[in-house]
């Protein structure tokens, strides 16, 4: 048997690797370098769009246990993250050049995968995975959509969801003014891995107002025309629209102050802006929860009034799309597969999950449903994002990254969360490792 995957994102890249591990023939399929995303700019595989933090490591978090689980499952994303991370603190975050580089290398040298570098525009019969994440083409989205019609999904396009994802901007290290700005991670957790830069209430109240009353860029190539109007996800919102919740939204969300202590004054600043490493050197540094669609422009002006930025060089300014998915408990099961068909999986943040690594994990699950369908205990965080996906009786699906509160209860009552962490953790450990036995 030979497995079709469609999309060489993280999710493809695992799907791919994971079906050669077993000894299936893979043709990869990817549109790039012939065509590019809204999004999309590197020619390599599993490129990271948005940040280049694949959240935290700590198995006491919902994030570090999705990682443990994978590892377990043989992730290639994790193997590629080790070999080309930068210092993040508690997080696991990656020189993005150097990762998407690792995973081609070794994508392309397995003699188990033929990668075809064409746009895709048909819908396979069988026998394959579909993995073209939130911004599937508008071609194939349209073939999905036909396919799914015709095969008695009730799959018309407005059983197709769609919300707006953006990405932070990059600035150059030695663009940063550190007589303002210090080095610094929160509660002491991984030495100075962050550049901080604090504020004070008046610096704060300027920033604000002026960001609020910013310009944004018109979405163009989508199907709404201002930003009021589109559906945005939670998880990566553009910072100008959580600002106009409040004026201390920033304050409790991406610039809060906590766990530091401004060296100039021996306080906590009244908020703070973190920029983490973009890549092994610590050249470049990303706008740490500044995703935005501003105006390039705009984010220029604006953006330098944060302290120590006043002369930031931007290697990339933040940009805006549009994420699209499926309505998943209707039409996948629990191991992302099309109920009812010949072997067609879905797999990616097309299936809803959101995240780098849940896409990543999702991957590996649908390769393994070609290979051998176990059964994902609910108590793992894989498990438990799987049936979420799958689960029938969610009526307004929204995608779903990994957290704890997806895990069943404990049959111990512990109040302590940290405690009561550590014991989820290492119950969906055991359980994965005695399913997949």
């Known amino acids: 048997m030979t497995v079709t995957v469609i999309g060489a994102g993280l999710a493809g890249i695992e799907a791919a690797h994971t079906l050669s591990r077993n000894g299936i023939k893979v043709r990869l399929h990817e549109m790039k370098p012939h065509k590019y995303s809204p999004a999309h700019q590197y020619a390599g595989f599993a490129e990271l769009v948005c940040s280049n933090s694949l959240k935290a490591d700590r198995l ?87 396919f799914l019609s015709e095969f008695g999904a009730s799959a018309q396009k407005s059983r197709w969801l769609s919300f707006y994802d953006a990405a932070a901007p990059i600035i150059t290290a ?22 901080n830069c604090p504020f004070t209430k008046e610096e704060y109240e300027a920033f604000y107002h002026a960001l609020i009353a910013a310009e944004t860029a018109p979405l163009h190539d989508f199907d709404v025309h201002s930003p009021e109007k589109a559906a945005y996800y939670e998880g990566c919102m553009p910072v100008e629209v959580l600002a106009k919740r409040g004026q201390d939204a920033l304050r409790f969300g991406c610039m809060k102050p906590v766990g530091l202590t401004d060296p100039r004054t ?15 050197g610590g050249t470049m540094y990303n706008i740490v929860g500044f995703q935005t669609n501003l105006k390039f422009g705009e984010q220029k002006r604006v953006f330098s ?71 994902l205990p609910r108590t793992s965080i894989i498990g438990a994002l799987t049936h979420y996906i799958s689960d029938e009786s969610v009526v307004n699906f929204q995608p779903m990254g990994a957290n704890m509160g997806l895990l069943p ?27 997949i036995q």
């Open 60 to 146: 006491s978090t919902a994030g570090g246990l999705l990682k443990a689980e994978m590892r377990i499952l043989g992730s290639l994303s994790l193997e590629a993250a080790e070999l080309t991370k930068v210092p993040a603190g508690g997080a696991l975050a990656v020189d993005r050049t150097a990762f998407s580089d690792e995973i081609t290398r070794q994508i392309q040298s397995d003699p188990n995968i033929e990668v075809i570098t064409e746009e895709v525009t048909d819908f396979p019969e069988k026998n394959a995975i579909i993995a073209t994440g939130p911004l599937t083409s508008d071609a194939f989205a349209d073939s999905i959509a036909d």
């Open 174 to 195: 030695e663009s940063v003014n550190m007589e303002k700005a210090f080095l610094a991670a929160r509660y002491g957790k991984g030495g100075d891995d962050y550049i």
């Open 266 to 280: 021996g306080k906590r600043p009244y908020a703070n802006l973190q920029l983490r490493k973009e890549n092994a």
């Open 305 to 375: 009034l944060i302290p120590g930025c006043e002369n930031a060089e931007f290697v990339r300014y933040g940009v805006m799309h549009r994420n699209t998915f499926l309505d998943s408990p209707r039409l996948l099961d629990n191991h992302f597969m099309l109920r009812g068909s010949e072997n067609i999986c879905f797999a990616g943040q097309i299936t809803g999950v959101e995240g780098y690594m849940e896409s990543a994990a999702s991957g590996i699950i649908s390769a393994l449903s070609f290979i051998k369908k176990f059964s």
């Open 409 to 435: 209860r404990l049959d111990e009552i512990i109040k302590g969360k940290q405690e009561r962490y550590e014991k989820l953790a290492e119950r969906a450990i055991k359980d994965l490792q005695s399913a």
